[in-house]
Structure formats: structure tokens, C-alpha cells
């Protein structure tokens, strides 16, 4: 019997205007849910309530300084962050918080066992972000947010996130690396950016062992990515035993991404999702929130959105 799929989609992430020929645009959210809606997925699909995350949230994660930082300088109409190389707007504060309040919405809808699991539509994303400092195309760290959250409302002791974006989720790794109640796991084009994302990054102190990196060269696709996740991950997972799994969903590993050189097809997300699915099951009732990072071609993410979409609902592909 197909799951129960949550989709956490708020259309106020558009107004995080990033500009002419930016890659990550707010076409993208319209790509992902014009296919959802076409195919008729949308449908089935379970709307979740949006909001937007509060200072509270938000600090369960960054430092009350990097929050109003954000704050201020959105509010001062600069178009970047002074912490890095983020394109900023006046809408982008908005938008971050309602991309966070999303994934913190997908959270709770697992808990309460009103679905099964969800896929968070939203940008920006936010694997680039630390605690203190806004990084890459991100503002708010997302999933580690919604790990945290889990943590602090649900008591989950346990949660694993994955990783499968092109780019390496250098600010998640950073936020859990001394964390043992957090298991780190990514998959990435190496050297790319951010150069970050080592194999020997393991983890520190209490995390030690908790964060499992495989970076691959470009040119890297199914033999390399789904081995990974199967060969190392799945092994992993049945030893840290997560009571929540979450998913980077990074769609620019796909092939002909403008931002990547990984090969992977609709096919090959479908198997790591069902992949991803089936350790959930195992583990924690099947509770899994997938929150969508990268993926700039706009075909190529719409249909692999899709594609992911059906895998977590137990569905078959309508459009080969």
C-alpha cells in the first residue's frame, strides 16, 4: 500500500530574489510543483500547514548574533551577506524563515503520524550554512534545524541526515561534527565546492565516527553514489539505529546539472530514495523528511523531484 507523503511547500520562498541569471532561482519552486501538479501527484499528496520558523527556532541552530545579523543586513537592502558569498533581498529573510518553518512543519507531521514522511519544496536551501555564518546560495541550515527540532520537541536521541547534493553540506558536517547524536553522511563531487567534505572527516570528540563523507571526481554516477549509500551507509545506519532519517535532497548530482559533473539519473534517485524508505521503515516507522538543496536545471530537477516524489509515496513512475 502506497505511504502517506506530506509535501511542505510555501510559495513565499519566491520572494527570495536572487536576480537575473542566478542559478538558484525562484523559478525553481515553480519547476518542481508545476510537474508535481501536472502529473498529478499534487494531488495525492498531503498539504502541510506552512509557517515560519521563529529567532527561537531558528536559534536551535544559529547564533542569536548570526540571526540578527541576517536580520540587519537584509534590512539595510544590502544585495549579500557580510558572511560570505550569499545573494540577499529584501524578501530573503521572509523566505528563509518560511523555508525553515517548512521543514520544521514536515517534522512535526511525522511525528504526529499524520504521514508517513514528506518532501520539503523550498529554497533557499541550506546545507552551506553554520552556526554563524550564511554560506554558498544558503541563509538557514534547514535540515539540521529540523534535526534539532526533532530533538528538542519529539526527544528523537537519533537522527541520521544524508547527503546526496552535488556540493558537500559543509555547514551541516560543521553544526553536528562534535555531536554523537547526529549521523552525518554525504556523498559529493570532489574537489568542488566548498573543498570541504574529506573522507578522513570523521568527526571529533563525542561525534567521532559520526560523520562519513565519500566524495567522488566528476564524471562519478550510479556505480559510485548508490554503492555508497549501500554499501556504507545502509551498514552504518544499522548501528546508529536513527529514530528520524532526513534527506538532503541535492537534485543538481543529476546529470547535465549546470552546477555539477555527476551522472545520475531519475532511475538512480528513485533506488536511493526507495533506499532511504526502507531504512526508515526499518528503523523509526518510517519516519523520513527530505528537504530540497541544489538542482539548477530546471527540467532536469522537475523531473527528478517527481521522480523522488513518487519513491517516497511507494509509487510508480507515470513518465518514463
Given at each position: 500500500?502506497?505511504?502517506?507523503?506530506?509535501?511542505?511547500?510555501?510559495?513565499?520562498?519566491?520572494?527570495?530574489?536572487?536576480?537575473?541569471?542566478?542559478?538558484?532561482?525562484?523559478?525553481?519552486?515553480?519547476?518542481?510543483?508545476?510537474?508535481?501538479?501536472?502529473?498529478?501527484?499534487?494531488?495525492?499528496?498531503?498539504?502541510?500547514?506552512?509557517?515560519?520558523?521563529?529567532?527561537?527556532?531558528?536559534?536551535?541552530?544559529?547564533?542569536?548574533?548570526?540571526?540578527?545579523?541576517?536580520?540587519?543586513?537584509?534590512?539595510?537592502?544590502?544585495?549579500?551577506?557580510?558572511?560570505?558569498?550569499?545573494?540577499?533581498?529584501?524578501?530573503?529573510?521572509?523566505?528563509?524563515?518560511?523555508?525553515?518553518?517548512?521543514?520544521?512543519?514536515?517534522?512535526?507531521?511525522?511525528?504526529?503520524?499524520?504521514?508517513?514522511?514528506?518532501?520539503?519544496?523550498?529554497?533557499?536551501?541550506?546545507?552551506?550554512?553554520?552556526?554563524?555564518?550564511?554560506?554558498?546560495?544558503?541563509?538557514?541550515?534547514?535540515?539540521?534545524?529540523?534535526?534539532?527540532?526533532?530533538?528538542?520537541?519529539?526527544?528523537?536521541?537519533?537522527?541520521?541526515?544524508?547527503?546526496?547534493?552535488?556540493?558537500?553540506?559543509?555547514g551541516t558536517q560543521d553544526i553536528f561534527y562534535e555531536d554523537g547524536s547526529v549521523f552525518f553522511f554525504s556523498t559529493h563531487q570532489s574537489p568542488w565546492y566548498p573543498?570541504?567534505?574529506?573522507?578522513?572527516?570523521?568527526?571529533?570528540?563525542?561525534?567521532?565516527?559520526?560523520?562519513?563523507?565519500?566524495?567522488?571526481?566528476?564524471?562519478?554516477g550510479r556505480r559510485e553514489i548508490v554503492g555508497a549509500f549501500r554499501d556504507q551507509l545502509i551498514p552504518a545506519t544499522n548501528e546508529f539505529h536513527p529514530d528520524l532519517v532526513l534527506l538532503s535532497a541535492g537534485f543538481d548530482?543529476?546529470?547535465?546539472?549546470?552546477?555539477?559533473?555527476?551522472?545520475?539519473?531519475?532511475?538512480?534517485?528513485?533506488?536511493?530514495?526507495?533506499?532511504?524508505?526502507?531504512?526508515?521503515?526499518?528503523?523509526?516507522?518510517?519516519?523520513?523528511?527530505?528537504?530540497?538543496?541544489?538542482?539548477?536545471?530546471?527540467?532536469?530537477?522537475?523531473?527528478?523531484?517527481?521522480?523522488?516524489?513518487?519513491?517516497?509515496?511507494?509509487?510508480?513512475?507515470?513518465?518514463?
Open positions: 500500500m502506497p505511504y502517506q507523503t506530506g509535501l511542505a511547500a510555501e510559495a513565499r520562498v519566491k520572494r527570495h530574489d536572487t536576480g537575473h541569471g542566478h542559478p538558484e532561482q525562484a523559478a525553481r519552486f515553480d519547476a518542481v510543483m508545476n510537474r508535481l501538479d501536472a502529473t498529478g501527484l499534487l494531488h495525492d499528496l498531503v498539504k502541510l500547514s506552512a509557517r515560519s520558523a521563529t529567532n527561537d527556532e531558528l536559534a536551535l541552530v544559529h547564533t542569536p548574533q548570526y540571526i540578527e545579523l541576517v536580520e540587519r543586513e537584509v534590512a539595510a537592502g544590502r544585495t549579500e551577506l557580510s558572511t560570505g558569498d550569499t545573494t540577499i533581498c529584501a524578501g530573503s529573510l521572509e523566505a528563509a524563515r518560511a523555508a525553515a518553518g517548512c521543514a520544521l512543519s514536515a517534522v512535526d507531521a511525522v511525528f504526529s503520524g499524520r504521514v508517513n514522511n514528506a518532501f520539503c519544496v523550498i529554497r533557499p536551501p541550506g546545507h552551506h550554512a553554520s552556526a554563524a555564518r550564511g554560506m554558498g546560495f544558503c541563509l538557514f541550515n534547514n535540515i539540521a534545524l529540523a534535526a534539532r527540532y526533532a530533538q528538542r520537541r519529539y526527544g528523537a536521541e537519533r537522527v541520521l541526515i544524508a547527503d546526496w547534493d552535488v556540493h558537500h553540506g559543509n573543498g570541504t567534505g574529506d573522507a578522513g572527516e570523521t568527526g571529533l570528540g563525542a561525534g567521532a565516527g559520526k560523520t562519513m563523507n565519500c566524495p567522488f571526481p566528476a564524471g562519478a548530482s543529476r546529470v547535465a546539472d549546470p552546477l555539477g559533473h555527476f551522472l545520475l539519473t531519475d532511475d538512480d534517485f528513485r533506488d536511493l530514495t526507495e533506499m532511504m524508505s526502507d531504512m526508515a521503515a526499518k528503523h523509526c516507522g518510517n519516519r523520513l523528511v527530505s528537504v530540497l538543496e541544489g538542482g539548477y536545471n530546471l527540467q532536469g530537477l522537475a523531473s527528478a523531484a517527481e521522480t523522488h516524489a513518487r519513491a517516497l509515496g511507494g509509487t510508480k513512475q507515470k513518465f518514463e
